[in-house]
T-cell receptor, first 109, second 116 residues
Framework: GQNIDQPTEMTATEGAIVQINCTYQ??????LFWYQQHAGEAPTFLSY????GLEEKGRFSSFLSRSKGYSYLLLKELQMKDSASYLC??????????FGDGTTLTVKP | EAGVAQSPRYKIIEKRQSVAFWCNPI?????LYWYQQILGQGPKLLIQ????????DSQLPKDRFSAERLKGVDSTLKIQPAKLEDSAVYLC??????????????FGEGSRLTVL
């Protein structure tokens, strides 16, 4: 089976940097996704990592360590609109994506 | 490019009644998924199709849930009879399976089910 852990809630200040961690245990690992989900809306794709290292995309970066079963999403220059749930999802060789329960980020002025 | 379409957006039924949800994936996306998302939780995979074949339905409660994708495009998810614990958002997603593609999921807006 798969086990994905991420913090339930985080709070940060507008303009700051926040790091959301995700740890996982799985067999047949074939990549890790981060999705953003605003309240009442569907998840939308943020990033994908399959090799170790950092992937940067604008204000968002994602890091993966396959040996440690660990990833993080880094959000810089936080904006109020970044208040959302951030979902870590692990993909297997069969193409199945399993999601964590998400981290609800609240950005305060 | 049109996104994943789902209907209905909202449905309220009483327990033991039946309900059906419809999904039309992005054109050309061979893989289609149905996820159940209970409030405060992440999406949980119910069933995964590759074209019109089932790849994974290990977490589908088959005594009450059924899904089909007859022509490899549209899909329907049915619940009969519904239970209170089925209250959730049912998300349909599709992905493109091709060499070098990440396989990211594109989600529809979801169908919110309330069982009374």
């Amino acid at each position: 089976g798969q086990n994905i852990d991420q913090p339930t809630e985080m709070t940060a200040t507008e303009g700051a940097i926040v790091q959301i961690n995700c740890t996982y245990q799985t067999s047949g690992f074939n990549g890790l996704f981060w999705y953003q989900q605003h309240a009442g809306e569907a998840p939308t794709f943020l990033s994908y990592n399959v090799l170790d290292g950092l992937e940067e995309k604008g204000r968002f970066s994602s890091f993966l360590s396959r040996s440690k079963g660990y990833s993080y999403l880094l959000l810089k220059e936080l904006q109020m609109k970044d208040s959302a749930s951030y979902l870590c999802a692990v993909k297997t060789n069969a193409g199945k994506s399993t999601f964590g329960d998400g981290t609800t980020l609240t950005v305060k002025p | 490019e049109a996104g994943v379409a789902q209907s209905p957006r909202y449905k309220i039924i009483e327990k033991r009644q039946s309900v059906a949800f419809w999904c039309n994936p992005i054109s050309g996306h061979a893989t289609l998924y149905w996820y159940q998302q209970i409030l405060g939780q992440g999406p949980k995979l119910l069933i995964q199709f590759q074209n019109n074949g089932v790849v994974d339905d290990s977490q589908l409660p088959k005594d009450r849930f059924s899904a089909e994708r007859l022509k490899g495009v549209d899909s329907t998810l049915k619940i009969q009879p519904a239970k209170l614990e089925d209250s959730a958002v049912y998300l349909c997603a599709s992905s493109l399976v091709a060499g070098g593609n990440t396989g990211e999921l594109f989600f529809g807006e979801g169908s919110r089910l309330t069982v009374l």
